[in-house]
């Protein structure tokens, strides 16, 4: 059974950064794309960013464009995401997702909390 384990959340100022990292175990890593969400409180869950299966593309959501970097070891089975210039409106809960499309596979982690304030 695939598990995704985040983690790297917690409290920063604004302007500050954060890395975020997810584990994927239970199956072969570079099978799938590998997505990060967020969920603030009282609003939906929205697609931050998103990498392919071997790391050569990636997609962002306008609110983080140039300011997160999306990233994947496939040796370790690492998914990362470095965040910069944080503000108040990124605090959220963060989500690892994996997708196998072929397969019809979906999985979610547990999320971690990044929290933004002074």
């Known amino acids: 059974q695939v598990q995704l384990v985040e983690s790297g959340g917690g409290l920063v100022q604004p302007g500050g950064s954060l890395r975020l990292s997810c584990q994927l175990a239970?199956?072969?890593?570079?099978?799938?794309e590998m997505w990060w969400h967020r969920q603030a409180p009282g609003k939906q869950r929205e697609l931050v960013a998103g990498i392919d299966a071997i790391g050569r593309a990636t997609h962002y959501a306008d609110s983080v464009k140039g300011r997160f970097t999306i990233s994947r070891d496939n040796v370790n089975a690492m998914l990362y995401l470095q965040m910069n210039s944080l503000n108040s409106e990124d605090t959220a809960v963060y989500f690892c997702r994996a997708r196998n499309w072929r397969a019809g596979d979906d999985y979610w982690g547990k999320g971690t909390l990044v929290t933004v304030s002074s």
């Open positions: 239970g199956d072969i890593f570079s099978s799938y």
